[in-house]
């Protein structure tokens, strides 16, 4: 079945650590990907999305993700966190002429 | 220049009643999506419009919901005799285009009792 998977479901990181959240999906061909970030209580804001083109998207709050094809995976990469990036980390795709499918969300804990 | 606007943002209704959520898009679009997101769970598509017309209403329940996007106005999400598997939060974005980048409004939160 088509899917997106994030398979980490709680991660927590010190304060500026590296960070890097998983997202794979299972479609044919190449979709449209999308990281989003939630925090609590609130909607959904864009981070990055790929298109085409260059792997390596650079986005919002110093994000970036690489797309692999051979791995379709769709990982998300900050260099070091900081405590406001606790939130709520949903990988979504357009598989082809449809509507977004999401992940199931990584839910991130920064510590001191 | 505001963002997709969704009006209440917490809902409160008793079984058997009705829910409206309104959903404003970002100005010039005219393409609308609304999703359900249910506790611990990401969102679920439910439908897709664009002004006056249903596109894709593969994700809505066959039964007590609908949706509409009319000419003037926002869009409305209508849920009849609310049962309390409804509740969730309903999320509403839009998009300048059809698979275009969807900007997501802060979410109606519907608690039914």
């Known amino acids: 079945a088509q899917s997106v998977t994030q398979p980490d479901i709680h991660i927590t990181v010190s304060e500026g650590a590296s960070l890097e959240l998983r997202c794979n999906y299972s479609y044919g061909a190449t979709p449209y990907l999308f990281w989003y970030v939630q925090s609590p209580g609130q909607g959904l804001q864009l981070l990055l999305k790929y298109f085409s083109g260059d792997t390596l998207v650079q986005g919002i709050k110093g994000f970036e993700a690489e797309f692999k094809r051979s791995q379709s995976s769709f990982n998300l990469r900050k260099p070091s966190v900081h405590w406001s990036d606790a939130a709520e980390y949903f990988c979504?795709?357009?598989?082809?002429?449809?509507?977004?499918?999401f992940g199931k969300g990584t839910r991130l804990s920064v510590i001191a | 220049n505001a963002g997709v606007m969704q009006n209440p943002r917490h809902l409160v209704r008793r079984r058997g009643q009705e829910a409206r959520l309104r959903c404003s898009p970002m100005?010039?679009?005219?393409?609308v999506y609304w999703y359900r997101q249910l506790p611990e769970e990401g969102l679920k598509f439910m439908v897709y419009?664009?002004?006056?017309?249903?596109?894709?209403e593969s994700g809505m329940p066959k039964e007590r919901f609908s949706a509409e996007f009319p000419k003037e106005g926002p869009s409305i999400l209508r849920i009849q005799q609310v049962v309390r598997g409804d509740s969730a939060a309903y999320f509403c974005?839009?998009?300048?285009?059809?698979?275009?980048?969807?900007?997501f409004g802060p979410g109606t939160r519907l608690l039914v009792l």
């Open positions: 979504a795709v357009v598989p082809g002429n449809t509507p977004l499918v």
């Open positions: 974005a839009s998009s300048l285009g059809h698979q275009e980048t969807q900007y």
């Open positions: 100005k010039g679009h005219s393409h």
């Open positions: 419009l664009q002004k006056e017309n249903i596109i894709d």
